[in-house]
């Protein structure tokens, strides 16, 4: 799965419910927890949504 893939499906689970897991980002993609981590990095580096550690 591409990167701008990936990005549409997290941000579109992240709309659907505010707080969202990496295992729920890993089980929805099919890729790597360090995958989804690198993407989350991407997308909060971009404004497009905010992470929060350990809830």
């Keep these: ?3 701008t893939e990936r990005h ?3 941000l579109s689970a992240v709309q659907e419910r ?8 890993v089980a929805l993609t099919g890729t790597s927890e360090a ?3 690198r993407d ?3 997308l909060h ?3 497009r949504l905010r ?3 350990g809830g």
Excluded at 18 to 25: C, H
């Design 40 to 42: 989350i990095a991407t």
């Design 45 to 47: 580096g971009a404004k």
């Design 18 to 25: 505010p707080i969202v897991t990496v295992s729920e980002l």
């Design 51 to 53: 992470r929060v550690r």
């Design 1 to 3: 799965m591409h990167e």
């Design 8 to 10: 549409r499906i997290i």
């Design 35 to 37: 995958t989804i981590r």
